[in-house]
């Protein structure tokens, strides 16, 4: 297998991926962490047969790039999932795995080697599939009754300053008026309208249901990391509103 980038550092052909279908192309970048207690396992199970799960690129700690699946083909990573009005992820996506344990393996901070190896991976694939800002995600913002990753210690901020992704500084977490599990209202409905508004799976009925609370922990993770609650507090959508009116007229 021939690498798609340049700052590949190995390949190695995985068996599980198939035709992007409906003559899709990647127009999103979604990112994980690998989950398990070693990088090495990970890798394993990525590559082999078994698992049924693959990914297009896989990022060691140290930095090293390996590359698993083409980027024309159709990698299995993301599993059931949906962004701005549309499901079949896998379609439409580069997967990228960081080699991190994860919250049930002892989940840490991700080196700097590993970072800067993500962040030029990232930086070739965004250039060369013309991938809209709002659409580098992580499999939380697609998944996120299921999934975690890359997590709240994942520097989102640090690739937006490096031209990755979409970020507004996030707005303290503070008192005062909140929306929690099983408030209903208007003021529930239009804090759903601006989650379905950035592109998240949300229905629009003015509960605050389990649904809306797994959103709001996605949106946490990735845009406003410093409380990871649930809770719809003035800073989380302050901040959203703050990326809703930074977004460009297109993509």
């Given at each position: 297998m021939r690498p798609d980038s340049s700052v590949v550092t190995e390949t190695i052909a995985a068996p599980n991926h198939d035709a992007r279908r409906g003559g899709a192309?990647?127009?999103?970048?979604?990112?994980?962490?690998?989950?398990?207690?070693?990088?090495?396992?990970?890798?394993?199970?990525?590559?082999?047969?078994e698992a049924q799960v693959s990914?297009?690129?896989?990022?060691?700690?140290?930095?090293?790039?390996?590359?698993?699946?083409?980027?024309?083909?159709?990698?299995?990573?993301?599993?059931?999932s949906w962004w701005r009005g549309r499901?079949?992820?896998?379609?439409?996506?580069?997967?990228?795995?960081?080699?991190?344990?994860?919250?049930?393996?002892?989940?840490?901070?991700?080196?700097?080697?590993q970072i800067d190896a993500v962040i030029r991976l990232c930086r070739d694939c965004v250039a060369r599939w013309a991938i809209p800002a709002r659409n580098v995600l992580g499999h939380s913002d697609v998944a996120p009754t299921r999934k975690e990753d890359p997590g709240e210690l994942f520097p989102w901020d640090q690739l937006f300053r490096s031209g990755v992704g979409h970020w507004t500084e996030p707005a303290k977490a503070t008192g005062g008026r909140f929306l929690t599990l099983g408030d209903r209202g208007?003021?529930?409905?239009?804090?759903?309208?601006?989650?379905?508004?950035?592109?998240?799976l949300q229905e629009i009925n003015g509960t605050f249901d389990e649904a809306t609370r797994s959103n709001t922990f996605a949106f946490q993770?990735?845009?406003?990391?410093?409380?990871?609650?649930?809770?719809?507090?003035?800073?989380?959508?302050?901040?959203?509103?703050?990326?809703?009116?930074?977004?460009?007229?297109?993509?």
């Open positions: 192309r990647p127009e999103i970048l979604l990112l994980h962490y690998t989950g398990m207690e070693s990088g090495a396992t990970a890798l394993e199970r990525l590559s082999g047969e990914s297009h690129y896989f990022v060691e700690e140290d930095g090293r790039i390996v590359q698993l699946v083409p980027e024309e083909r159709r990698a299995w990573h993301a599993g059931v499901d079949d992820v896998n379609s439409r996506s580069i997967g990228i795995e960081i080699v991190n344990p994860g919250h049930e393996h002892g989940y840490r901070a991700f080196p700097a080697a208007q003021p529930v409905e239009a804090y759903q309208g601006l989650l379905a508004a950035y592109g998240y993770r990735h845009f406003r990391p410093s409380r990871v609650d649930g809770i719809a507090d003035m800073g989380s959508i302050t901040t959203l509103h703050r990326l809703l009116t930074s977004l460009p007229t297109l993509g």
